[in-house]
Structure formats: C-alpha cells, structure tokens
C-alpha cells in the first residue's frame, strides 16, 4: 500500500514533554498538509508545505509547535513542552494539484497524542 | 471566515434504507468540497469530490450534489448497510489565493442498525 503514512500511531506523554511525529506522503505528492482533531470535532488545518516550502500556518499554530520537510518528502511535527489541551489525533494529508481529481486530499490515519 | 455546519449531528437509520446528510457553508467563493468518512479512531477515506463547476457526483451507493450559491451540499447514501455505519465530514476548500486547506465540519454520526 503506498498511501499516507504516520508514525506512531499513539504516543502518551507526559505534560511538559517534546513530541516529534512523522508523516511519509503519497511519493509524488508535492503537497503536504497537517490538520488537528480534537474529540468530537472536525480537523483544523495546522500548516501546509510545498515541496519543502512551508506556505501557510494556522495561528493555531503557537510557538511551541513546529513543522518541517527539509527534502519535500516526508515531515516533521514536534511540539515543545506539551499541554494537556494538545491532546488530540494529529492527521496529514498529501496532494498533487496537477494530476486526478482536483488537488484532491488523502489523509493518513492519524497519530493520537495523549498528554497527562 | 469560511463555517461549515453538518446537520444532523448524530442519525441512526435501520438497514436498507436511503438517507441524506446535510452539510452547508457560509462562503460561496470555494474551489471544491470533499465528503470523507472516519472510522472511529481511524484517519479520513475520501469519498467524492466535487468541483465548484459540478454540481454532482456519484460513486456506487453514494451521491454527493452542491448547490454553491446557496452554500450547500447533500451525500445521498442509498440502500445503507451496518457498514456504512460511521462519521461523514465534509470540507470546503477555498478558492481564492495559494490556500489550500480544507475547512471541515463537524460531522454527522451514522448508525446503520440491522
């Protein structure tokens, strides 16, 4: 299967801790998106890169959260000294706007983040 | 700033029937508008896509039409089965600029009972 992948898929830390997640794309996918999901609410769009050009954060986005694709391939999230209120499932996505449907938008399954 | 809203937010429907889920937007000027499914504690499945110039589209059991200038959007699931049992979001993509993020609702809950 050559979808989205995430790594992990669960990760439990505690408070004040850092976090990297992980997100392999669909090969030749340019776009690369990252989205939050917070329990019985729809995602929220973090940020989104370009190759590995970052275009768009979300102000969602505070400053302990960062984002790369240093090679546009895969990509990176850390956040720095975690917050209860990060709990949530961290979901990618990657597209390729000249090809298929319209830039449509595949997604990963996710990365649920529990922070106590 | 673009709002989208899913009624309803929860449906249980017995097996064999056919329904509709409603999603709707507050800002006309999208590029396009995707339905998804999610599985509980799963990632998204796209479902259909449509077009701003579409007004629908269809794939096996599902129909999904936009009405943009009133701002909204329909997924007629047809013939539903217990596996169809889960949460349908839908998503606008804007069409203005570079932006390409999707703004999602907040879902509606199925439950297709035997």
């Known amino acids: 299967d050559t979808g989205v992948s995430q790594d992990p898929r669960h990760k439990i830390t505690k408070r004040g801790q850092n976090v990297t997640f992980r997100c392999d794309p669909i090969?030749?996918?340019?776009?690369l998106y990252w989205y939050r999901q917070t329990l019985g609410q729809g995602p929220e769009f973090l940020t989104y890169?370009?190759?590995?050009?970052?275009?768009?954060k979300s102000r969602l986005l505070s400053d302990r959260f960062s984002a790369e694709r240093p090679k546009g391939s895969f990509s990176t999230l850390e956040i720095q000294r975690t917050e209860q209120g990060d709990s949530a499932m961290y979901l990618c996505?990657?597209?390729?706007?000249?090809?298929?449907?319209?830039?449509?938008?595949?997604f990963g399954p996710g990365t649920r983040l529990t922070v106590l | 700033k673009q709002e989208v809203t899913q009624i309803p937010a929860a449906l249980s429907v017995p097996e064999g029937e056919n329904l509709v889920l409603n999603c709707s937007f507050t800002?006309?000027?999208?590029?396009?508008l995707q339905w998804f499914r999610q599985d509980p504690g799963k990632g998204l499945t796209s479902l259909l896509l449509?077009?701003?110039?579409?007004r629908e589209q269809t794939s096996g059991r599902l129909n999904a039409s936009l009405d943009k200038s009133s701002g909204r959007s329909t997924l007629y699931i047809a013939a539903s089965q217990p596996g169809d049992s889960a949460t349908y979001l839908c998503?606008?993509?804007?069409?203005?600029?570079?932006?390409?993020?999707?703004?999602f609702g907040t879902g509606t809950r199925l439950q297709v009972t035997l």
């Open positions: 090969s030749e996918h340019n776009r």
């Open positions: 800002d006309s000027a999208i590029y396009n």
């Open positions: 998503a606008v993509r804007p069409r203005n600029g570079t932006a390409s993020k999707l703004t």
């Open positions: 996505a990657s597209s390729f706007p000249f090809r298929g449907a319209y830039n449509e938008q595949f």
């Open positions: 449509i077009q701003s110039s579409q």
């Open positions: 890169f370009q190759n590995e050009a970052q275009l768009e």
